[in-house]
């Protein structure tokens, strides 16, 4: 007897050691946050987005030759592709990708010429027709 009350006050004394140990139970589920939204899609092609590049590319050359030039009408180059992002620039990645035509136009004759010269002139000739060209072909294709 005297073996079970030592087991006894052995055994209270492990309780309040015991219940610290013990895990707990665990806290009732509540539901998680919603799932994530899944990613926007990626920018579709539009089927004129080639030549509204190409478009881009022109008024970026044409906006650095016709300032070099001295042209009247170079500030309207900048102006019209402020406008062609505006309208097209319809996401990030595709105000990106005309920006970066613009920018290739640009700087491809920004290296290439320091002065009006008769090729410059001649190259920004070729452009405006080329542009023209593609302006109606785009407008006439796709409205606009």
Do not use: H
């Not at 009732?28 to 899609?41: C, D």
């Not at 640009?106 to 542009?131: D, H, K, L, M, N």
């Amino acid at each position: 007897m005297k073996r079970a009350v030592i087991l006894a006050a052995c055994l209270a004394a492990a309780m309040p050691a015991l219940a610290q140990t013990r895990p707990k139970p665990a806290a009732p589920k509540t539901p998680e946050k919603e799932a994530p939204a899944p990613p926007p899609p990626a920018d579709a092609p539009a089927p004129y987005d080639r030549d509204l590049l190409r478009l881009s590319e022109i008024i970026g050359a044409l906006s650095f030759l016709r300032e070099l030039c001295g042209n009247p009408d170079a500030p309207e180059w900048p102006a019209r592709m402020k406008s062609l992002l505006d309208a097209e620039g319809t996401s990030p990645g595709r105000r990106d990708r005309l920006a970066g035509a613009y920018n290739r136009g640009y700087g491809g004759y920004a290296v290439t010429y320091r002065v009006c010269t008769p090729s410059a002139v001649e190259a920004a000739t070729r452009f405006i027709a080329e542009g023209e060209r593609l302006s109606v072909a785009l407008a006439g294709r796709f409205g606009g």
